[in-house]
C-alpha cells in the first residue's frame, strides 16, 4: 500500500496497487506504481479521491493474449497495447462513488505491442510503457481521448519512466 499525499491537509489517498508481470518485462515495481500514483494524482479527480482507498490492478500479457481479451471485451480480434476493465462507466459514476475503499479496475498491456509501437514512434520503450500505463488509468478514471489525456499521459511519462530502468 502506498500513502500519496495530495496536500499539506492530514488527508491522504490510498492507492493499493497489484503489478503482475506475466511478460517478465522486469520493471521495478515501485517504480511502475509511482507512474499509476502521479497519474491519478495529476487527474481532475484527485480532489474527490483523496480521502479515498483505491485498488487497481496492471498486467503485462502476451500478445496473443492480449488479442484474446481485446476480442473478449471489444469484439476486436487484433492485438492493442492497453485495455482498460473497470465498473465504472464514466466520470460522474467516479465522482459519485460514496464508498470509503473501491476497486477501480484493471490495466492489461501488451509489452510486445508497445516495444513495436516505441520502434514506430521513436521513442523509447520505457517511455512507451510509462505513456501506455498512463492511458490505461485515466480510462478507468473516464478519461476519452482528447488533448487533456495526452498531455496528462506525456507528462508523466517523461517524469517517471527514466526510475524504470
Not at 502506498?2 to 490510498?14: C, E, I
Not at 484474446?68 to 465504472?88: A, E, H, L, P
Not at 498491456?109 to 488509468?137: L, P
Request: charged share 25%.
Amino acid at each position: 500500500m502506498y500513502d500519496l499525499r495530495l496536500d499539506n491537509s492530514v488527508k491522504f489517498m490510498k492507492i493499493i496497487f497489484e503489478y503482475s508481470d506475466h511478460e517478465q518485462v522486469g520493471f521495478d515495481h515501485d517504480a511502475v506504481k509511482k507512474i499509476v500514483d502521479e497519474t491519478i494524482r495529476s487527474s481532475r479527480y484527485s480532489q474527490a479521491l483523496r480521502e479515498k482507498e483505491i485498488t487497481l490492478s496492471l498486467a503485462t500479457v502476451p500478445a496473443q493474449e492480449m488479442r484474446r481479451v481485446n476480442n473478449d471485451y471489444r469484439g476486436k480480434d487484433v492485438v492493442t497495447d492497453v485495455i482498460s476493465v473497470g465498473d465504472y462507466s464514466d466520470a460522474l459514476d467516479i465522482n459519485s462513488e460514496t464508498r470509503k475503499s473501491f476497486f477501480l479496475g484493471e490495466v492489461i498491456v501488451c509489452w510486445d505491442f508497445i516495444q513495436k509501437s516505441a520502434t514506430i514512434y521513436s521513442v523509447e520503450a520505457v517511455y512507451e510503457f510509462g505513456y501506455v500505463v498512463s492511458h490505461g488509468v485515466l480510462h478507468l478514471l473516464g478519461y476519452n481521448h482528447g488533448t487533456e489525456m495526452f498531455d496528462l499521459q506525456d507528462r508523466v511519462s517523461c517524469a517517471f519512466s527514466p526510475d524504470l530502468h
